[in-house]
């Protein structure tokens, strides 16, 4: 190019650009990035204690639960056998807290093998516990609505295989646990441990992962507890004495209904981040912003499940806390004391079999 070709072509670019107006272009605030949104220090200290506090709770409480349970001479009705697996279900949960405390102020410092174990630990704790009381659920419905069919099936064995089902198939659904890796945090310079999915294929998974976990981990279970102990609590009140008769039932009412206040905020949060990235549903900054700290809070609220049980059983079950004293006095922990025949001969009936 030679120096005429230059300053021609610099005298036509002068022409064409003298009425260009840079000031004309206005950004369009939805296309652009959200501010990342960092939770101050002094919340994430108090995270971090309070997943402390749960796990000091819910280890001794779960063992005790497991060690009162287990103890027992006679064979395990299917509702006690169901509530001992809970209980470890409980216990694998509980295990995972330390290390989710740490990365709450310190970031994953465990590498990611420790990732995916935690992880997949996590939700397989979270898929039998939901299961562990449906199937509580369906069996104080046989025994107490179908009595003459309950008592025909060979329940004892039937529970076992359940049982072994459960743990099988919440195994199962904890498998994209081994997706979980340690990466660098886009919202700070910590290690989160997540699940890193390929790009080409990360929406699909995600939808996949969030579509069973809110199916098998919440929605179905729900459909099948709630039509049970509805009836269930119909024909008891029916019944001469019969809701007198059933304090185990109030424990297990219980703890079904804990599981839902603490784990159902958290569904719908993860429902709500579930419509967004899915597009179903418009959102802005805002909204993005509300729905990562309800995800935040809830999932907290959650991990609590994991110690709420013993103390229902502890200041609920009445039957459990009679146990729990003799094995005391038994391992000398305990003084004996004159023990009030409160026990009003139970009816040899399995309604009131039940341990709690």
Avoid at 105 to 126: N, P, R
Avoid at 146 to 152: D, G, V
């Amino acid at each position: 190019m030679t120096y005429l070709d230059v300053d021609f072509f610099h005298e036509i670019y002068d022409q064409l650009n003298f009425s260009y107006n840079y000031t004309e272009y206005n950004l369009n605030p939805s296309t652009q990035p959200c501010d990342v949104f960092m939770f101050p220090n002094a919340v994430l200290l108090v995270v971090c204690l309070f997943y402390i506090f749960i796990f000091l709770l819910a280890i001794p409480g779960n063992l005790v639960v497991g060690f009162v349970i287990g103890q027992t001479k006679q064979p395990l009705s299917p509702s006690d056998l169901y509530l001992f697996h809970l209980a470890l279900a409980d216990l694998l949960l509980a295990i995972t807290l330390p290390f989710w405390a740490t990365s709450v102020t310190q970031g994953w410092i465990f590498g990611d093998a420790m990732c995916k174990i935690v992880t997949i630990l996590q939700e397989l704790s979270f898929y039998s516990s939901i299961l562990f009381l449906t199937f509580i659920s369906v069996d104080r419905y046989m025994v107490i609505v179908r009595a003459m069919e309950a008592r025909r099936a060979n329940r004892q064995v039937f529970s076992w295989v359940v049982c072994a089902a459960v743990w099988l198939f919440g195994g199962l659904l904890s498998l994209p646990g081994f997706f979980s890796s340690s990466s660098k945090s886009q919202n700070s310079t910590y290690m989160i441990c997540a699940v890193q999915y390929d790009p080409k294929s990360a929406d699909e998974w995600r939808l996949a992962t969030r579509v069973l976990r809110h199916a098998l981990g919440f929605i179905i279970p729900l459909a099948v507890m709630l039509p049970c102990y509805g009836v269930t609590i119909q024909r008891l009140l029916h019944i001469r004495g019969g809701f007198q008769r059933q304090r185990a039932m109030r424990v297990i009412v219980c703890v079904v209904v804990a599981f839902l206040l603490c784990w159902t905020p958290y569904h719908i949060a993860v429902m709500a981040d579930t419509f967004f990235r899915l597009k179903i549903v418009d959102y802005g900054c805002r909204e993005r912003t509300a729905v990562d700290k309800a995800m935040f809070a809830t999932q907290s609220m959650g991990l609590l499940h994991s110690c709420v049980n013993p103390i229902l059983y502890a200041f609920v079950g009445e039957k459990f806390r009679k146990k729990m004293k003799q094995k005391m006095i038994k391992m000398g922990l305990l003084k004996k004391m004159s023990v009030s025949r409160s026990s009003r001969s139970s009816v040899s009936s399995e309604i009131t079999s039940t341990v709690m």
